[in-house]
């Protein structure tokens, strides 16, 4: 499933593609059985409203098999015509005579047959335009009801058989499993029948203009649980991410300790502040930075402020990097680049580590503690810190306690921007910023931005994904693409029984950009600014740069959105990202620079750019040797 750390998009495009070369409409007098299928969809999540679709007849052994990523090859694709957005749409699809498909065993007895077919109508987004369905994109409804991590759990199934000898369940057997020896089976009529999983035993129609409206997938969804009293939210919660999240190793996470501190707890909460808390607990005990939350119920006890910001160097000391005029903080004579040590009586560290997290939790060490830094400085309206600090060029250090008021407006050191015209920087390499991979029209502007560099023969670009929170993993790989000459899968999801169900990869869209290439890279680059960062290090592509290594957030949260009771939300991963090995890649670790530029007091004082200094200095150097893209 593709990373998403997406902000609702509002344009709704109306897009329709027409039948592929080789769909051809049939007639009841041409062949039996279904003929034409149209319905409609409507995706819950909004992340896909602005982007183009494609809807096809898709073969349906791998969703029922051990390969549910499978989709046939681009030339044998079956697709239809959609209108409208993934919020709200119809298709239509013309089912051909004899179609082509994978032999699949529906009896369970280990015999495939080329005889009798089986299709899905499948839903899913075409982020990079290309026209026809590929791995890397996400099925976001389908005739079948799909679970998070592609289980079967009903819906409508295309079955073709070239006779009516073909045999085929009409209910589930003793074992509860579809396609297993016990299941009851009927023969089926030569051509087309649509299936209904949902009815028992199975109705079978040879309606030849049948109307099949796609449910959203697991994976396209939002879990709404906000009519649920805490005392049922906590234990629904509880049971559905325990069955989802595929880092429980990784992060070492103790469910059932886990459960017998909130599930009780949520059997007393009386107010819609005691279940957020219970909601913040759970949060602060998940080391993951895609465990994002909103606790409306909770905001007076971080609405007052300091007028503080804080940073830490490399070397672990923390530096006051933004004051507001007449704020407490300064109010107490407090300066930039002064040096906090003690924090209510605590070294500044320790009182860092003991936060509760009110927002977002992290992976990795450099992340978190950034979390830390600037949540510590909240807290109730008019309650009171102690804050010992040691400003620049005083020798004495000063302790001083801090009454937080209303935030305000802010004022810190500004880095000067870069200096960029037609896309190049003043040494006449190529400058690319990616702020998220979240519209249509960044990826349009992406691509125009790299056509002009190719024009230009510009000897190196950079692209800078600092502070890039991802959105779609489909997108980050589009701009990826741009820089290789052969593809490669970039990494795979699995479900938790060894499935394969998602993957990652390069498919190269022309031009390709062969010149030397620097990623920039901080703490929060995220999600699929993470996997972004990774597609270029693990091909050693690109020179990545950097003070920290990215945000170490590779999972994935598609299917793993709840919206809760009085206005709050979560997010939940629900699916990770593995090499080639089956490891763990980037998750919790972050992708570490080649070029690691340490952060200083002067580096935190100073508007000058240090990371694309040192990127041009690195790029300039590599653009005097031969350079390829291929991995």
């Known amino acids: 499933m593709s990373v998403k750390r997406l902000s609702l998009l509002s344009s709704v495009l109306l897009i329709v593609f027409s039948l592929t070369a080789g769909s051809v409409a049939i007639t009841d007098a041409q062949a ?218 990784l992060k070492k996470i103790d469910w059932a300790t886990l459960r017998a501190k909130l599930i009780p707890a949520s059997q007393t909460a009386q107010t819609p502040a005691d279940c957020q808390r219970i909601i913040r607990d759970f949060a602060n005990a998940i080391p993951d930075g895609h465990v994002d939350y909103r606790l409306p119920a909770l905001r007076d006890e971080y609405a007052g402020s300091t007028g503080l910001r804080m940073a830490a160097t490399s070397d672990g000391q923390i530096v006051a990097t933004v004051l507001r005029s007449g704020g407490p903080a300064a109010q107490a004579g407090m300066k930039l680049g002064a040096l906090i040590t003690q924090w209510d009586g605590k070294p500044i560290n320790d009182a860092a580590k003991a936060v509760e997290l009110q927002f977002a939790n992290s992976g990795t060490p450099d992340a978190l503690l950034e979390i830390q830094l600037d949540e510590l400085p909240r807290g ?107 593809g490669f899968v970039v990494g795979k999801e699995y479900a938790l029984d060894g499935r394969l169900v998602y993957q990652d990869l390069v498919d190269p869209r022309q031009p390709i950009y062969k010149g030397c290439v620097a990623v920039l890279v901080n703490s929060n680059t995220a999600s699929s600014g993470d996997i972004f960062a990774y597609t270029f290090k693990a091909s050693q592509r690109a020179i990545i740069v950097g003070n920290t290594p990215s945000a170490g957030m590779a999972g994935t949260v598609s299917g793993g959105f709840y919206n809760l009771p009085d206005g709050a939300f979560i997010q939940v991963p629900t699916g990770g990202f593995y090499d080639d090995n089956k490891q763990l890649v980037v998750e919790g670790q972050g992708v570490a620079p080649d070029v690691k530029v340490p952060i200083t007091v002067e580096s935190l004082l100073s508007p000058e750019d240090g990371v694309l200094d040192a990127a041009v200095k690195a790029v300039t150097q590599c653009s005097q040797q031969p350079s390829t893209a291929t991995p």
């Open 32 to 249: 039996p059985g279904v003929a034409h299928l149209s319905g409609k969809f409507n995706i819950g999540y909004a992340g896909y409203d602005s982007f183009p679709l494609l809807v096809g007849l898709n073969d349906a052994s791998g969703l029922l098999g051990s390969d549910p990523n499978y989709i046939a090859p681009k030339d044998k694709q079956m697709l239809g015509k959609y209108t409208g957005s993934a919020r709200g749409g119809q298709y239509t699809l013309d089912l051909p005579p004899e179609p082509e498909g994978r032999p699949f065993d529906v009896t369970g007895s280990g015999k495939p047959t080329n005889d009798l077919l089986i299709f899905d109508v499948r839903l899913m987004s075409d982020v990079a335009s290309r026209g026809y369905m590929v791995p890397n994109e996400d099925m976001i409804a389908d005739s079948l009801n799909l679970s998070v991590d592609v289980v079967l759990q009903g819906g409508k199934l295309l079955v073709w058989t070239a006779d009516n000898k073909q045999q085929f369940p009409t209910d589930y057997g003793a074992d509860k499993k579809l396609f297993t020896a016990d299941d009851p089976r009927t023969a089926l009529p030569t051509g087309w029948s649509l299936v209904d999983l949902d009815s028992h035993p199975f109705k079978i129609s040879e309606d030849p203009s049948a109307t099949v409206d796609l449910t959203t997938t697991g994976s396209g969804g939002v879990v709404n649980y906000q009519k649920l009293s805490c005392a049922e939210l906590i234990p629904a919660f509880l049971d559905r991410v325990q069955s989802t999240y595929p880092f429980t190793d």
């Open 380 to 486: 109730p309206m008019g309650s009171k810190v102690s804050v010992t600090f040691q400003n620049p060029g005083e020798k004495a250090p000063i302790t001083a306690t801090l009454t937080r008021d209303e935030p305000k407006p802010v004022s810190g050191i500004v880095t000067n921007p870069p200096q960029v015209e037609d896309d190049k920087l003043p040494s006449g390499l190529g400058y690319i910023r990616i702020d998220a991979f979240e519209s249509l029209s960044s990826l349009q502007d992406f691509d125009k931005s790299v056509d002009n560099l190719i024009a230009a023969k510009v000897p190196g670009i950079i692209i800078d994904v600092r502070s890039n929170p991802g959105g779609l993993s489909q997108m980050s790989d589009a701009m990826a693409s741009r820089f290789y000459d052969q």
